[in-house]
């Protein structure tokens, strides 16, 4: 009777032990599957956010594109005609007056052909991006600024890319010269093991620590979402020289 009471009262605590590890498993499983779903959305979630801020990147510049083209045929066209018109009136009237509103009306053409090219890169679709760099840094350089591209290997971007990293490349330039009083001004762009790195650096103030932490300001914002875009991680830091410098690694393209 007494080996009887025993054996039931192991049979009973497996059973317990069983069922106990029963809900365990169930309730592990539970939570996995909770996890698995929390990622997948947060997953969806971040596909989604990379998306939009494709489009609106893109849509950003199909605007640039529309009034780059605007202001090159429309408004470039009627001040040429507006000074053919004052050079004609100025041959056949003698009125030596004219002389500077031509001028001003040649600084103003000028103006608006460089906004132009600037908001719609016609260099960048004629001749490629290495070409279009080149013009960006040509166009900086001066007795106080030297540039330099001291390595260039085709990252072989689509046009879309192409287009991202020359914007990257602008903004970069820009913080070099407004605020970080650099006079020389170097970039690399090579492949490695299936991806492409760029590196720019230059001599001036370097990054304040705090834009360093947050990697927000002086345009890095706009870097880091346009970088975004294109599959590449961005690292700012300041070198130990002096100066800042900016990392770029981009991933193969996943078709």
Do not use: C
Not at 187 to 207: C, M, P
Not at 236 to 243: A, R
Request: charged share 25%; net charge negative.
């Amino acid at each position: 009777m007494e080996g009887k009471v025993i054996l039931l009262v192991i049979i009973g605590t497996i059973g317990v032990m069983l069922m106990a590890f029963s809900v365990v498993f169930f309730v592990l499983l539970y939570r996995r599957k909770m996890l698995e779903n929390q990622l997948e959305m947060q997953e969806v979630k971040t596909r989604h956010q990379e998306e939009m801020l494709s489009s609106t990147l893109k849509s950003q510049e199909a605007e640039r594109n529309r009034l780059g083209t605007e202001l090159h045929d429309s408004v470039g066209a009627m001040l040429s005609s507006i000074k053919l018109n004052l050079q004609v009136t100025k041959r056949k009237e003698g009125v030596q007056s004219l002389d500077q509103v031509l001028g001003h009306l040649d600084e103003t053409i000028s103006q608006v052909r460089n906004i132009s090219h600037q908001m719609m890169p016609i260099i960048l679709k004629k001749y490629g991006l290495k070409h279009a760099i080149e013009d960006l840094f040509e166009k900086v350089s001066s007795n106080e600024l030297s540039t330099f591209i001291t390595l260039w290997e085709d990252p072989g971007l689509s046009d879309e890319d192409s287009l991202m990293l020359y914007r990257i490349v602008q903004e970069l330039l820009n913080n070099s010269i407004k605020h970080a009083e650099a006079n020389k001004i170097e970039l690399s762009v090579y492949r490695e093991n299936s991806k492409t790195e760029i590196q720019y650096a230059d001599n001036g103030k370097g990054f304040p620590e705090d834009v360093l932490k947050s990697s927000e300001g002086m345009g890095l914002l706009n870097i880091k979402n346009r970088a975004q875009v294109i599959r590449a991680n961005v690292k700012f830091s300041n070198l130990e020289s002096g100066g800042a410098k900016v990392n770029l690694v981009i991933a193969p393209s996943i078709d």
